[in-house]
């Protein structure tokens, strides 16, 4: 069983067992997978600053329905996010957010240290939660007017740009604050390949820190646990893999201003964002226990023939997220998938749309599964 050499389904049963049991939903990302933000009842404000917990040292498969009950032990959450891979395990961390930061402190005074399973002792710390970027080597005559205007078009969650010059800056530099780390995380992610292909400009990106540690910060962060007990998962490997087209999405409209600050195009023509594939187009080399290379070995050992996918852009949500519908036949199987994925930007068209292939495959494999359980 392919899906079985990657997680342990009797802890994939559980999870779903639970979430049954308590109606709680997941918004499930390619990245991550989330609760919250808010929850269905919540009393009181949105979190403010310093109100987010870092968790890392989780066992691999452990998942929410651990995980939530024990940090909502503390206090209520907000929203709690934890990061899976293509396989299906998390990736070992995630994020929990709470209604105070006197709540966040309690949280890592009780479960710092708490083993969740036998040699897995969860190391917990508040989260930094950076809003701000700098963004370096951009041209001497930048006007923070025209590159705020840029930057709300490529990026959510742009709040306000201010400029600074001096010793030891190449060009101009500019701070940039956004509306929550999250936003921040995402545009630190495309910026650089943004401005290269936009403007033919190589800007620098990195994080700003302008906020100082509180008084239960001024101390080094606690040290992980070793885990004395761990289980890898033995690499597969497969040449069966798409391959796809890159396509950009739509430019937004940029100011006369800053095209001619830094010599670029003030328009951009692009092609339709979609894309088709095919197990049997473009072979190459897959990554090991990538949800694409675990498909087509499964297909492949039951007789079903190659899996052939039909994947398109549809819109990028008022979140953040990219949104892609997918259409995905079997021979060997009369049922047809289909549905919608959303993933974070990645740092080019193509690595999106591949991202955008995995989380397909992904889904299409818990749906086999889910079908195998109920016969």
């Not at 404000?45 to 109100?51: E, L, N, S, T, Y």
């Not at 499964?298 to 996918?309: A, S, T, W």
């Not at 060997?332 to 549905?339: K, L, N, P, R, V």
């Amino acid at each position: 069983d392919m899906i079985g050499m990657v997680l342990n389904l009797e802890r994939v049963k559980a999870l779903d067992s639970w979430l049954k049991t308590t109606n709680i939903t997941l918004t499930q990302v390619n990245g991550q997978r989330k609760y919250g933000g808010p929850p269905e009842v919540w009393a009181g404000p949105a979190p403010g600053p310093r109100c987010e917990v870092f968790i890392s040292q989780i066992p691999r498969d452990a998942y929410e329905d651990l995980l939530i009950p024990l940090f909502s032990s503390v206090g209520p959450l907000w929203e709690f996010r934890l990061m899976m891979n293509f396989s299906g395990q998390n990736r070992g961390f995630a994020y929990a957010k709470y209604g105070s930061s006197a709540m966040v402190s309690e949280a890592i005074r009780s479960l710092h240290g708490h083993m969740l399973e036998p040699g897995y002792r969860l190391c917990v710390r508040r989260s930094t939660e950076k809003r701000h970027l700098c963004m370096g080597e951009l041209p001497a005559d930048t006007r923070p007017e025209d590159l705020l205007q840029v930057l709300q078009g490529l990026s959510e969650g742009v709040e306000r740009v201010s400029l600074k010059a001096g010793p030891g800056i190449e060009g101009v530099a500019a701070i940039v604050a956004f509306s929550s780390h999250h936003t921040a995380s995402m545009a630190k992610k495309i910026l650089v390949e943004a401005f290269n292909k936009r403007f033919n400009l190589s800007v620098s990106i990195k994080w700003h820190s302008t906020v100082k540690p509180g008084p239960d910060e001024s101390m080094p962060p606690p040290q992980p646990f070793k885990n004395l007990a761990s289980s890898p998962v033995k690499p597969q490997r497969c040449i069966l893999g798409p391959t796809l087209s890159p396509h950009l999405l739509k430019p937004p409209s940029i100011p006369q201003g800053f095209c001619r600050a830094v010599g670029g195009p003030s328009s951009l023509q692009s092609p339709h964002p979609s894309c088709s594939s095919s197990c049997s187009q473009g072979l190459k080399a897959s990554a090991s226990s990538s949800p694409t290379m675990l498909l087509c070995r499964l297909c492949e050992m039951q007789g079903f023939g190659r899996p052939v996918r039909e994947i398109h852009y549809s819109h990028a949500g008022s979140d953040g997220f990219l949104y892609f519908t997918y259409k995905v036949c079997i021979p060997g199987i009369s049922q047809t998938f289909t549905g919608l994925v959303m993933i974070l930007p990645g740092p080019s068209a193509s690595s999106m749309l591949e991202e955008a292939s995995q989380a397909t495959a992904q889904q299409v494999l818990q749906a086999l599964y889910h079908n195998q359980g109920a016969h």
